[in-house]
């Protein structure tokens, strides 16, 4: 097993951060991308983000860009769940959805 340099985790980081950046930016509305384009995209920087070296920390990238942040947790699901979202704001969500689920039935004749 090979160990790599941290000029290979800084190198990596680095296409990381531009690629995030750039999923960022289409993601909020500021540059307009084709779908193919979009696929593109995030297949790079998704096997990017799964081929991140030991060592090699993600947390201010993951911080600074919410989309990659969660085209994270979807690449990384499989193993790790939804471990960057806030377990609260699931439950919230879970919960919301109940109550609207509930409400609709009951509008249907309750």
Not at 7 to 12: F, M, V
Not at 31 to 48: D, G, I, M, N, W
């Amino acid at each position: 097993m090979t160990q790599s340099s941290p000029q290979a985790g800084s190198a990596q980081l680095s296409i990381i951060e531009t690629l995030a950046y750039a999923l960022e930016r289409v993601e909020r509305g500021f540059s307009s991308v084709s779908p193919l384009q979009y696929r593109q995209l995030t297949a790079r920087l998704s096997e990017a983000l799964r081929t991140v070296g030991p060592g090699v920390s993600l947390q201010p990238l993951l911080d600074a860009f919410p989309a990659t942040a969660e085209l994270y947790e979807n690449v990384n699901y499989e193993r790790a769940g939804l471990c960057r979202s806030p377990l609260q704001a699931s439950s919230d969500a879970e919960v919301m959805a109940r109550t609207i689920l509930a409400r609709a039935r009951c509008s249907e004749g309750c």
